[in-house]
């Protein structure tokens, strides 16, 4: 169990997408050292569940119906949660995520593709399903952080942390849409950090490695349960040999959110990769 933070403790915050295996692990976590969470989510039933996990552990927490990547969502959503706690003193921008539809079906293109109805090639690809990951990526990082850093303004201790991914510096095979957001997410972190950084708000990202969750555990497990060759190829390139666990990002989260540990960093992204961005292979 990690340490108390006791510089958190009566703050807020705000965790978009925090009904999902990683961030609703950040949100039990922030819960557990006293902070006053909000969970945004687009389906309010399954924020619901980890805020009475919260409440239930002891901690101030509600969730909120929001879409981010509505203007006008979003800003329901901030004044439902200043009436609530007042304010906010840390963002955490975890929506997201890919969609089939934005996705090939091989890793590398292959001429004799163009005739095969079942693969799916970069020319088969619409360009609506790419806008929709694109939008729900980096608008819907972008969005709620015009609306909520607008009350962080000249505030003692706020911060604003991005979730990227693996597939940001170096782009993940089949997934073109969902890398190019992310590498977008990474961009936009120090544009933001550099922009805001004299009003005291801190701007930096996390990145995730190879964690199962449930957006991507049909790509890397078969339907006995067992590792896809695409999770092999993973685990090969990742030095500790496994998987992501949630907890693991929590320190990270902490050492991020906490001023007294980190005041004087902006503007990074931190891998929690387990070694896959040190990896060449040989």
């Keep these: 169990m990690l340490e108390i933070h006791e510089n958190l403790a009566g703050k807020t915050a705000v965790i978009t997408g925090g009904s999902g295996v990683l961030c609703g692990a950040m949100a039990r976590e922030l819960g557990r050292q006293g902070m006053n969470v909000a969970i945004l989510n687009r389906t309010v039933e399954k924020g619901e569940l980890v805020a009475e996990a919260v409440r239930k552990?002891?901690?101030a927490a509600?969730?909120?119906?929001?879409?981010?990547?509505?203007?006008?969502?979003?800003?329901?959503?901030?004044?439902?949660?200043?009436?609530?706690?007042?304010?906010?003193?840390?963002?955490?921008?975890?929506?997201?995520?890919?969609?089939?539809?934005?996705?090939?079906?091989?890793?590398?293109?292959?001429?004799?593709?163009?005739?095969?109805?079942?693969?799916?090639?970069?020319?088969?690809?619409?360009?609506?399903?790419?806008?929709?990951?694109?939008?729900?990526?980096?608008?819907?990082?972008?969005?709620?952080?015009?609306?909520?850093?607008?009350?962080?303004?000249?505030?003692k201790g706020a911060s604003v942390i991005n979730i990227s991914s693996m597939s940001a510096q170096t782009p993940m095979t089949k997934v073109p849409a969902y890398s190019a957001a992310k590498a977008g997410i990474d961009n936009f972190t120090k544009w933001l950090a550099v922009y805001l950084a004299e009003t005291g708000i801190r701007v930096n990202a996390i990145a995730p490695g190879f964690f199962l969750t449930n957006q991507n555990e049909r790509l890397l497990l078969d339907q006995n349960g067992e590792f896809t060759d695409r999770a092999k190829k993973i685990i090969s390139h990742t030095p500790m040999r496994r998987f992501g666990k949630p907890e693991d990002l929590l320190g990270t989260l902490l050492w991020l959110a906490d001023e007294k540990m980190s005041g004087f960093v902006t503007g990074i992204t931190v891998p929690v990769d387990g070694g896959f961005t040190a990896y060449a292979g040989v």
């Design 62 to 155: 509600i969730a909120v119906e929001c879409d981010v990547i509505s203007q006008r969502s979003v800003e329901q959503a901030k004044r439902v949660v200043a009436d609530r706690f007042g304010g906010c003193d840390l963002l955490v921008n975890g929506a997201g995520g890919n969609h089939p539809n934005g996705t090939t079906s091989d890793e590398t293109f292959n001429s004799e593709h163009i005739f095969q109805d079942n693969i799916k090639t970069l020319f088969d690809l619409n360009c609506d399903d790419v806008g929709s990951v694109l939008n729900l990526n980096f608008l819907g990082s972008f969005i709620p952080t015009q609306q909520f850093a607008k009350m962080m303004l000249n505030q």
């Design 57 to 59: 552990a002891g901690g």
